[in-house]
């Protein structure tokens, strides 16, 4: 029985590694590619090269940036005094979409996550320390996923926090349990921010 050409197999799997693309959506897709003017493809390779090589994480909050500051920290406008810390970059869009929130980030990159392997030392809490002691804010908002890992992150870090002198609170409750931020909409995520409690 005949099949695809090896170089198409390859697009069909290497499409099959990205979330939601199913067997049948990889070969559509690669199908679409194939047969479309080259400027479509094209467009697709630059883009996704160009993102590789230019997006950095930035080197204060750790959100994406071209360059050494995303363009939430090279703000003037931004209020530096109250401090929101996620666990990935994407919460940081969820936030700015919501609307609610003027002030900066800390992208951790992760959760606390003892049987998964991720301990203290895998997210970016040394960088969050150093940041606190030269910058100083008032607030920080813990704004991480209403789940055990969350909740366990949470609880790791606000002694810390609070001991920069920071007032250090948590998003209200609103949020799914059980669920991260990506799974809030921007109305839930504005009460969330609104009603938060001290930590
Ligand atoms: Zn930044």
Redesign the pocket.
């Known amino acids: 029985m005949a099949d695809y050409p090896p170089a198409f197999q390859e697009l069909i799997a290497a499409l099959r590694q990205l979330p939601s693309v199913g067997p049948r959506s990889a070969e559509r897709l690669a199908l679409y590619l194939l047969e479309s003017p080259p400027v479509v493809s094209q467009r697709l390779a630059t883009a996704i090269a160009d993102c590789r090589q230019r997006i950095v994480p930035?080197e204060?909050?750790g959100?994406y940036?071209e360059g050494p500051?995303?363009t939430?920290?090279s703000d003037d406008k931004r209020d530096r005094q109250v401090w929101c810390v996620v666990e990935q970059p994407s919460d940081v869009l969820k936030l700015e979409k919501s609307g609610s929130f003027r002030g900066l980030y800390h992208v951790l990159g992760g959760r606390l996550s003892p049987l998964d392997g991720v301990g203290p030392e895998q997210l970016r809490i040394g960088s969050l320390q150093a940041r606190l002691e030269a910058e100083k804010p008032a607030e920080i908002i813990l704004a991480l996923g209403a789940d055990v890992e969350g909740e366990t992150t949470a609880l790791y870090l606000a002694p810390i926090l609070k001991s920069s002198g920071a007032r250090v609170t948590r998003l209200a409750t609103g949020l799914p349990a059980g669920g991260g931020l990506e799974f809030a909409d921007s109305v839930t995520l504005g009460y969330a921010l609104s009603g938060r409690r001290e930590l």
Do not use: E, K, P, S
Request: net charge positive; aromatic share 12%.
């Open positions: 930035c204060r909050c959100f940036a500051l995303c939430i920290c």
